[in-house]
């Protein structure tokens, strides 16, 4: 599986913009998707991760409210709208696929994803 993540930009604080991720290849198997960042001298933060069926979402704390995780199955691409975007949310964005069956609790977990996109740049800044 290839997953191509694009979207990012230079957007002004509570601004808004849309990720989309592209997954490619043998995608029959991909049970779900999500999105993590990392900023500048951090480590790698869950973002957000939806199953491919069904409507499990899970977001972490700091973007609920703000930013939804949608998916578009008969396209094989998951989106990130991110609305109200603050300095805190520069980073660069990336995709993520798993196989696995859900385990609710390990969706945050990086190792839980078995395949990882190259990651698109969000910068909030006025």
């Known amino acids: 599986v290839q997953l191509q993540a694009s979207g990012g930009g230079l957007v002004q604080p509570g601004g808004s913009l849309r990720l989309s991720c592209y997954a490619s290849g043998r995608t029959d198997g991909t049970r779900t998707m999500g999105w993590f960042r990392q900023a500048p001298g951090k480590e790698r933060e869950f973002v957000a991760a939806?199953?491919?069926?069904?409507?499990?979402?899970r977001y972490t704390d700091s973007v609920k409210g703000r930013f939804t995780v949608s998916r578009n199955n008969d396209r094989n691409t998951l989106f990130l709208q991110m609305n109200g975007l603050t300095t805190e949310d520069t980073a660069v964005y990336f995709c993520?696929?798993?196989?696995?069956?859900?385990?609710?609790?390990?969706?945050?977990?990086?190792?839980?994803?078995?395949?990882w996109g190259q990651g698109t740049q969000v910068t909030v800044s006025s």
């Open positions: 939806m199953r491919l069926s069904g409507s499990t979402t």
């Open positions: 993520a696929a798993t196989t696995k069956g859900l385990i609710h609790s390990s969706l945050p977990d990086g190792t839980y994803y078995d395949y």
